[in-house]
């Protein structure tokens, strides 16, 4: 079993020195903080029966596939500038951090990092030299950073807006996870009544010879071809998914669908200001850390997530460049304009839904499916005609980043911005949540009604005729 040598502290910040035998590394460490130590070095003792771990001076690279979890870069992050508002060297911090993650994407990487600065580079150089870990707005606050001598403040401020955007995150996915379950469930239990419930009374209904009326007629129709088309239930949502994802593939395609999100009632107010958010508390953090402003800006639209704010902050960057001040630009293109594919998907989510009764076979179906699919194609067509000039950024975010830049104080404005769409995006979210959940239970309601009625209006007349 290899030996390890480590350096720790107990609880009274006391140095401890000592060895001690384990299969590996992190087991070591494991038995080490049980100890009631915390790990500040740890090495395999030169001689040992495992030195073969390392290779021409070399750690083992743990298999990993992606990149490292927002949740693990954000507590990295948090304790890295604990680390050094104690006043460790960088390289020991960076060491002690390593030790004590888990194998993965950012522990290889932060080995990375380490040899890099044991060669000589930057803690900014080497961390470019990891992109699927650490992306261009971590390396510009951290070189912005080293450049003001406040990689400490620097690092605090970075956890900061780190936390927030992994709150504000799971807070707007949390909204989502409700509406989803509940609808997916009901889908279930309305699936299984057409396949198995349905049938069962249909039958009965022809031995009885009876004659149907229309709401029966059209359930067992929808029975008929759930029967018969279930497979389309996951397939169609599944086939729009892909659909959508290859659309988007495209750079008109993308801009076309990030809009059409942008303008759908209610859901599409929570992404622009979830957006809104994010991205006026990424351009406010490189600000204050000292990042230029057009740097900071191509940043920004790098990691903003939706075509159209990219739109916006690359108009900006050119304006600046021309002489211009961010908040003039800003809102002269904050005005989406019209667009083909959001319009072709403003016509589908109209229409779409309404193809199905197209296939339903009861007499005259095909042609009132036909006309309720062109009306709601056209109804959706004219509401995005009628929203497509909205500008997606408010006047009152323009007017403060005005007011920031005459004042000097545009990453105070910008923040004051950010905080407010955080506050905004919390009540909308809880306010989706508490309208969802009557309107799901209005929905069940009327299915399970309609089910329930179509079938007993037959029974009700079989009764009276054998009475």
Request: aromatic share 8%; hydrophobic share 50%; net charge neutral.
């Amino acid at each position: 079993m290899p030996t390890f040598q480590f350096e720790a502290m107990d609880a009274t910040g006391q140095e401890i020195r000592d060895v001690i035998d384990a299969a590996t590394e992190e087991e070591a460490q494991t038995t080490i903080r049980q100890m009631g130590y915390f790990v500040t070095k740890i090495s395999m003792k030169r001689g040992s029966a495992a030195e073969g771990a390392v290779v021409g001076g070399k750690k083992k690279r743990g298999f990993a596939v992606g990149g490292a979890s927002n949740k693990m870069l954000t507590a990295f992050t948090r304790q890295l500038s604990i680390l050094q508002d104690a006043g460790l060297p960088i390289l020991r911090s960076l060491k002690i951090l390593e030790g004590q993650c888990k194998g993965g994407k950012l522990k290889n990487a932060l080995q990375d990092v380490c040899e890099e600065i044991e060669g000589g580079a930057t803690l900014s150089e080497a961390m470019s030299k990891s992109p699927r870990v650490f992306n261009r707005l971590y390396v510009n606050m951290i070189k912005a950073g080293e450049a003001g001598g406040a990689l400490e403040a620097i690092l605090q401020r970075l956890a900061d807006f780190m936390e927030r955007a992994q709150s504000l995150r799971r807070k707007v996915r949390g909204a989502m996870i409700y509406p989803v379950v509940v609808v997916m469930v009901a889908v279930l239990i309305l699936t299984f009544i057409m396949i198995k419930i349905v049938p069962v009374f249909a039958k009965m209904f022809e031995e009885f010879e009876l004659e149907l009326p229309a709401p029966t007629k059209l359930l067992i129709a929808v029975s008929e071809n759930v029967v018969n088309y279930w497979y389309l239930i996951p397939a169609a949502p599944l086939a729009a998914w892909l659909f959508v994802k290859l659309v988007r593939k495209f750079k008109h395609g993308r801009m076309g669908w990030d809009l059409f999100i942008l303008k759908l009632p209610i859901m599409g107010n929570l992404i622009e200001k979830n957006s809104l958010a994010r991205t006026t508390r990424t351009l406010g953090t490189l600000v204050a850390s000292g990042v230029p402003i057009l740097e900071g800006l191509n940043i920004t639209r790098e990691t903003a997530g939706n075509a159209m704010f990219e739109r916006i902050y690359a108009h900006v960057s050119d304006a600046i460049r021309e002489g211009e001040t961010i908040a003039r630009p800003l809102k002269g293109a904050s005005r989406p304009g019209f667009h083909p594919v959001a319009l072709m998907f403003w016509a589908l989510f109209g229409g779409g839904p309404f193809i199905v009764i197209m296939v339903l076979p009861v007499e005259g179906m095909v042609q009132m499916g036909a006309t309720i699919a062109g009306a709601g194609a056209l109804l959706g067509s004219c509401y995005y005609l009628l929203k497509m000039n909205a500008p997606v950024i408010d006047d009152i975010v323009i007017n403060m980043v005005d007011v920031g830049e005459e004042t000097g104080e545009l990453d105070t404005m910008l923040y004051k911005v950010a905080d407010t769409y955080d506050e905004e995006v919390r009540v909308l979210t809880d306010g989706l949540m508490a309208l969802l959940e009557p309107l799901l239970i209005v929905f069940l309601g009327l299915a399970v009604g309609f089910i329930v009625v179509s079938l007993f209006l037959p029974l009700v007349e079989l009764i009276q005729g054998l009475s």
